[in-house]
């Protein structure tokens, strides 16, 4: 089955430590997102990849940082910087050359920084 | 980015017509609406888009404005699994390229017996 994956579906860590959030897509879609979002919000853009090793700025970007070393990979981590980084983090990706095309989401991430 | 606005929640019941309403008055020439739904703590459902003709899929059906100033997403035949919370979304455009979906706190749909 095509799809994308997102591990661990919980996950807890202490304060000031950095944490790496994994997400995997066999579609074969060039173009990768990482949202996040808060009780009773929307999804706001942290980090987007149109390509492999290219990645940019989103909404909200500071106190993350990415890779984009695969095409099927593209993990988040989230560092001591973050200062709320307790939320649920969704992995999105999409096919590129259109500018119409739908993003398909992981089943998310929740993290809680104790 | 041109923004929406949803009402908060509606209800709607089983076997019914749910009728989601989503205004975008800024919206511009060429911006697609796209509609995704989110059932709770999971990731989020592409449904449907549009830009300003009326679209149907096996999902729902898109009813924008003639002034594309609003639009209405139609669940024919709403049931229970149904329930989700519903984003109206106005497509921006990434720096490089790419679609830019901007999330506001949709509509809560709840379908009840």
């Known amino acids: 089955d095509g799809g994308i994956t997102q591990s661990p579906k919980y996950l807890f860590r202490k304060e000031g430590q950095n944490v790496t959030l994994s997400c995997e897509q066999n579609l074969n879609h060039d173009a990768m997102y990482w949202y996040r979002q808060d009780p009773g919000q929307g999804l706001r853009l942290i980090y987007y990849s149109q390509i492999v090793n290219d990645f940019q700025k989103g909404d909200i970007a500071e106190g993350y940082s990415v890779s984009r070393e695969k095409k099927e990979s593209f993990p988040l981590t989230v560092t001591s910087a973050q200062k709320n980084p307790t939320a649920f983090y969704l992995c999105?990706?999409?096919?590129?050359?259109?500018?119409?095309?739908?993003?398909?989401f992981g089943p998310g991430t929740r993290l809680t920084v104790l | 980015d041109a923004k929406t606005t949803q009402p908060p929640s509606m209800d709607c019941a089983e076997g019914r017509a749910a009728n989601l309403p989503c205004n975008h008055s800024?919206?511009?020439?060429?911006?697609?609406v796209y509609w995704y739904r989110q059932i709770h703590s999971q990731g989020p459902q592409y449904i449907i888009h549009g830009l300003k003709n009326n679209e149907t899929n096996e999902m729902a059906s898109l009813i924008i404005t003639e002034d594309r100033k609003s639009s209405t997403l139609i669940l024919p035949h709403a049931t229970l699994r149904d329930t989700a919370v519903y984003y109206c979304i106005v497509r921006g455009i990434l720096t490089g390229g790419g679609n830019k979906l901007t999330f506001g706190t949709g509509t809560q749909l709840k379908v009840e017996l």
């Open positions: 800024t919206i511009s020439g060429n911006e697609y």
């Open positions: 999105a990706s999409s096919p590129r050359g259109s500018s119409y095309n739908e993003q398909f």
